[in-house]
């Protein structure tokens, strides 16, 4: 290998990945050995700032694992109860709404029963009050008007 390391071949070679040029040309060059020297130590003052970061802030604030489960279960149990409720007040405005909705139509249907009923009696009442059959009123109006011309002559 004649060129130098690249950045990429430099990351690959810390995270392990090398191939045999890539390791003969680092120990034969200098200059990439001190790059990729230089960027381990960054990446150990990194790690270690981090750690001792973590370590610091551990011991001031160590998350209560089981107390945030508890408080996560009781948020959970008081939405299921406030679900439940919702659910409850529901049903019990919904149900006499409904029944004011049936008894509307039953006597919607008693209304419009009650005047076919009616219909159906006066047809009948006419039927009955008529003196002779359907057949025999032209009969009936002409003898009326002949009576009528009778008595009006006498």
Not at 32 to 57: I, P
Not at 93 to 100: D, E, I, S
Request: charge should be neutral.
């Amino acid at each position: 290998m004649n060129n130098h390391l690249t950045s990429e071949q430099i990351s690959r070679w810390l995270t392990g990945e090398r191939t045999f040029e890539e390791e003969t040309h680092l120990r034969g060059c200098a200059r990439c050995a001190a790059e990729v020297e230089v960027v381990r130590q960054a990446f150990s003052g990194f790690r270690n700032s981090a750690v001792n970061w973590a370590d610091r802030e551990g011991a001031r604030v160590v998350p209560d694992t089981a107390g945030l489960l508890r408080a996560s279960h009781r948020t959970g149990v008081r939405r299921l109860r406030l679900l439940a409720a919702a659910a409850l007040v529901l049903v019990l405005t919904m149900v006499p709404v409904y029944r004011k909705s049936i008894e509307q139509q039953h006597e919607a249907e008693a209304m419009r029963e009650s005047s076919l009923d009616t219909e159906l009696l006066e047809r009948v009442n006419a039927h009955l009050s008529q003196t002779v059959p359907v057949s025999l009123q032209p009969l009936t109006t002409l003898a009326s008007g002949a009576n009528g011309k009778n008595e009006g002559e006498r």
